[in-house]
């Protein structure tokens, strides 16, 4: 674990944090308008590991951030909150220089960027055991991909665009044939939104499955299995040799992987009069999927290993 202290004065601005893996979609706007959830959990920080992007601020999330004191000033052009566009924005109460960016206005995610150049990671003891993989992808674990309105979880289009964009990346070209279920009703949509592939040779489609502890593969291996995402240290779990992993938050996964839809007894006739529902079937998403194609531009962009071209159009 680190605490993050000022270089100036030593004054600890954190306190102790255990490093994950960056967010492909950190940074990256969302809708119009729409209210952000936090980025980072509680207790965790990032930073952006890709050398060719050049000195990146570690984010972390707002309620980590001690020994700081917000700027107050006119945030000019902002709708809803603090875009971060003047720069630095918080301060170290030890000696007033400035130390990060705090932001949280619509559309951006709400989150607090140290800047590298004003801070430094200071060893705070080792960090927590990593949970092991039935841990991580327990049922109990899962996280619905709609929200109790019935609407998809902002959290779930950014995580399943990246998915898709490792779908789309393992299959180079060729069509995607995705297995019957809870897998084919997440992503077909998605698909179903991406420019027709170029014209060429046919070529055979790659079948695709869920893979993971609790969901062997079928009998008959896929060419690509959709796995869990270790939430820590953002290692896939491993398939079979000869099958090629494609990673989803475990907690998304979770939820497809062990969605169960059936009925618990034969639906027959109609309720008798004054009986009511005690539990209604579960809440449907009321569109078919977001594809979020900022993300999915960005992560086919770190998997080809060229520029980040997120903020061009599509």
Same mark, same amino acid.
């Given at each position: 674990?680190?605490?993050?202290?000022?270089?100036?004065?030593?004054?600890?601005?954190?306190?102790?944090?255990?490093?994950?893996?960056?967010?492909?979609?950190?940074?990256?706007?969302?809708?119009?308008?729409?209210?952000?959830p936090?980025?980072?959990?509680?207790?965790?920080?990032?930073?952006?590991?890709?050398?060719?992007?050049?000195?990146?601020?570690?984010?972390?999330?707002?309620?980590?951030?001690?020994?700081?004191?917000?700027?107050?000033?006119?945030?000019?052009?902002?709708?809803?909150?603090?875009?971060?566009r003047?720069?630095?924005?918080?301060?170290?109460?030890?000696?007033?220089?400035?130390?990060?960016?705090?932001?949280?206005?619509?559309?951006?995610? &709400?989150?607090?960027?140290?800047?590298?150049?004003?801070?430094?990671?200071?060893?705070?003891?080792?960090?927590?055991?990593?949970?092991?993989?039935?841990?991580?992808?327990?049922?109990?674990?899962?996280?619905?991909?709609?929200?109790?309105?019935?609407?998809?979880?902002?959290?779930?289009?950014?995580?399943?665009?990246?998915t898709?964009?490792?779908?789309?990346?393992?299959?180079?070209?060729?069509?995607?044939?995705?297995?019957?279920?809870?897998?084919? &009703?997440?992503?077909?949509?998605?698909?179903?939104?991406?420019?027709? +592939?170029?014209?060429?040779?046919?070529?055979?489609?790659?079948?695709?499955?869920?893979?993971?502890?609790?969901?062997?593969?079928?009998?008959r291996?896929?060419?690509?299995?959709?796995?869990?995402?270790?939430?820590?240290?953002?290692?896939?779990?491993?398939?079979?040799?000869?099958?090629?992993?494609?990673?989803?938050?475990?907690?998304?996964?979770?939820?497809?992987?062990?969605?169960?839809?059936?009925?618990?007894?034969?639906?027959?006739?109609?309720?008798?009069?004054?009986?009511?529902?005690?539990? +209604?079937?579960?809440?449907?998403?009321?569109?078919?999927?977001?594809l979020?194609?900022?993300?999915?531009?960005?992560?086919?962009?770190?998997?080809?290993?060229v520029?980040?071209?997120?903020?061009?159009?599509?």
């Amino acid at each position: 674990m680190e605490v993050f202290e000022c270089r100036a004065c030593g004054t600890a601005l954190t306190g102790p944090l255990t490093r994950v893996p960056y967010p492909v979609y950190a940074g990256l706007p969302f809708g119009n308008g729409v209210a952000m959830p936090v980025l980072m959990d509680p207790g965790t920080y990032a930073v952006d590991g890709d050398p060719a992007r050049g000195p990146r601020p570690t984010v972390i999330a707002p309620g980590d951030a001690h020994g700081t004191a917000l700027v107050q000033r006119r945030e000019l052009g902002a709708c809803c909150g603090i875009d971060g566009r003047y720069g630095p924005n918080v301060t170290c109460a030890g000696c007033g220089r400035k130390v990060a960016t705090r932001i949280d206005d619509c559309s951006l995610w &709400q989150a607090t960027w140290l800047e590298p150049s004003a801070v430094r990671p200071v060893p705070a003891g080792p960090d927590a055991p990593i949970a092991d993989w039935h841990t991580v992808t327990d049922r109990w674990c899962a996280t619905d991909p709609s929200d109790g309105d019935g609407n998809r979880s902002i959290r779930w289009d950014v995580e399943a665009a990246v998915t898709l964009a490792h779908l789309v990346h393992a299959a180079d070209g060729a069509p995607l044939d995705l297995a019957t279920g809870p897998l084919a &009703q997440a992503f077909r949509p998605l698909l179903a939104q991406l420019p027709p +592939p170029a014209a060429g040779p046919a070529r055979p489609a790659l079948r695709a499955a869920l893979a993971g502890p609790g969901r062997p593969l079928p009998h008959r291996l896929p060419d690509l299995a959709v796995v869990p995402r270790h939430p820590r240290t953002g290692e896939c779990w491993p398939p079979p040799p000869g099958v090629a992993a494609v990673p989803l938050a475990a907690e998304f996964w979770a939820a497809l992987a062990f969605r169960d839809e059936r009925e618990l007894a034969p639906a027959t006739g109609g309720l008798p009069p004054g009986v009511e529902r005690d539990d +209604p079937l579960p809440p449907h998403p009321r569109y078919p999927g977001y594809l979020d194609r900022r993300v999915l531009r960005a992560a086919l962009d770190r998997l080809n290993g060229v520029a980040d071209t997120a903020d061009e159009p599509w």
